[in-house]
């Protein structure tokens, strides 16, 4: 079974910094790996999206990469703001086509 | 207007009531998901449906079903609702482009409290 595990379970950083979240799961047999944004109490959103065959994705301040073999991914937010706390979930696409979650990341930038 | 709606956002209910949460998607999207979210546990896995006729279950379908009425509409039933239902519920839609490319995107959420 598929385990996705996310370290650190909260953060809190004083706007400005750089910081990185950490994503590990146990199967490496995975089609894509997704990360997502959680606001209190809303849906998700999706962050970016990396195939298996990708070693990263972009998009604007947000870099992730996918270390497969390793069963690693991390999601790289540069010069953070105060409008970047959230919940942020790193979840896989396995067998059977459906994702499984870890429990996420809250982050807390504060002015 | 949202990709995927859900309706009510947010229900309050006795235990042993019958609820219908409902979940329609404007993405033309073959594939829908039911998911529930506990504080602390993440986000798992209800029910999945590919398409109108094929209904899958997910990691915690007990004390669940339910419905493709449509290719847009999904709907989930708790035929008697226990408290340990408390949760936040989501939908999900994604395509099958190209496989496995497409991202999953997601209603806002119905909180149901049962008491």
């Known amino acids: 079974k598929q385990e996705v595990t996310q370290i650190p379970a909260a953060l809190s950083v004083p706007e400005g910094e750089n910081l990185v979240l950490n994503c590990s799961f146990t199967?490496?047999?995975?089609?894509?790996l997704q990360w997502f944004r959680q606001d209190p109490g809303k849906g998700l959103t999706s962050l970016l999206l990396i195939q298996s065959s990708q070693r990263e994705q972009t998009s604007g301040r947000l870099n992730a990469s996918l270390d497969k073999s390793s069963g690693r991914s991390t999601l790289y937010i540069a010069a953070s703001q105060p409008g970047d706390s959230a919940t942020y979930l790193c979840a896989v696409l396995g067998g059977g086509s459906t994702l499984t979650f870890g429990k996420g990341t809250m982050l807390l930038v504060s002015p | 207007d949202a990709d995927v709606t859900q309706t009510p956002r947010n229900r309050i209910t006795k235990t042993g009531k019958r609820i219908m949460l409902e979940c329609s998607q404007t993405?033309?999207?073959?594939?829908m998901y039911w998911y529930r979210q506990d504080p602390g546990l993440g986000l798992r896995l209800i029910y999945y449906s590919f398409d109108v006729k094929d209904i899958n279950k997910g990691e915690i379908s007990d004390g669940y079903s339910v419905s493709r009425q449509a290719q847009a509409k999904f709907s989930l039933s708790l035929e008697s609702a226990i408290p340990n239902q408390t949760a936040l519920y989501f939908c999900?839609?994604?395509?099958?482009?190209?496989?496995?490319?497409?991202?999953?995107?997601f209603g806002p959420g119905t909180r149901l409290t049962v008491l």
């Open positions: 999900a839609t994604t395509g099958t482009s190209g496989g496995y490319g497409d991202t999953q995107y």
């Open positions: 199967d490496s047999a995975i089609y894509n």
């Open positions: 993405k033309g999207h073959d594939r």
